[in-house]
């Protein structure tokens, strides 16, 4: 019902009627993949959680020195956020911050971000310089993942956006279909080809 109501009041920032589904969740996390004898903690970060579906699928993938950083902008669901995982960190920011929100808690490079924000609904400047920081923020060879709706997937703005981040990451995405989600969608995964300054 909060989802529902937020998508009320706010439709373009929330952008979906419903929470995502458990089977959407898992296609969105499946890249997140841990090599072998790595030297470092995992650092994630999550664009829009919303109410936490994504959330919670990664939060059974953290280890226990992994770093995790949810950015959202409406702030009751950041404060249900913080209840429900307590040792993770949210800030209630917009992810055009991204950079300066990754480099104030030396969590640059990023390994993987996955992303729950309507890319499909966002302003077109918005958009860019999302995709900006976002591709700032990856390490090389790292990830980042969202999901089209099916019915939007070929609307002006969602095929700007593809555009913009596979040129931004010098990649062209994978996908993942999900059909028992409300309403079906596409996992779109890029890796980080580029070289970039990361904080």
Not at 12 to 21: K, Q, T, Y
Not at 84 to 108: D, M, N, T, Y
Request: charged content about 15%; some cysteine; overall charge positive.
């Amino acid at each position: 019902m909060l989802f529902i109501r937020r998508f009320i009041q706010n439709p373009r920032s929330v952008g979906a009627v419903a929470p995502s589904s458990k089977w959407l969740a898992s296609a969105m996390v499946a890249p997140m993949a841990w090599p072998a004898g790595r030297v470092r903690a995992a650092h994630i970060v999550e664009l829009g959680p919303g109410t936490g579906s994504f959330t919670r699928a990664i939060a059974e993938r953290l280890g226990p020195d992994d770093r995790f950083l949810g950015v959202e902008l409406e702030p009751i669901f950041v404060d249900t956020l913080r209840r429900r995982w307590p040792r993770l960190e949210f800030v209630c920011a917009s992810a055009e911050s991204l950079r300066a929100l990754v480099s104030e808690r030396g969590l640059g490079p990023v390994d993987h971000i996955v992303s729950g924000l309507p890319f499909a609904t966002l302003p077109a400047d918005t958009t860019g310089r999302i995709v900006e920081a976002i591709a700032h923020a990856l390490r090389p060879g790292g990830t980042f993942t969202t999901f089209h709706y099916l019915q939007s997937y070929g609307i002006p703005p969602a095929v700007a956006f593809r555009r913009q981040m596979t040129s931004a990451l010098a990649s062209t995405p994978s996908m993942r279909f999900v059909a028992r989600n409300l309403w079906p969608a596409l996992a779109l995964t890029w890796v980080q080809q580029a070289s970039s300054p990361n904080p």
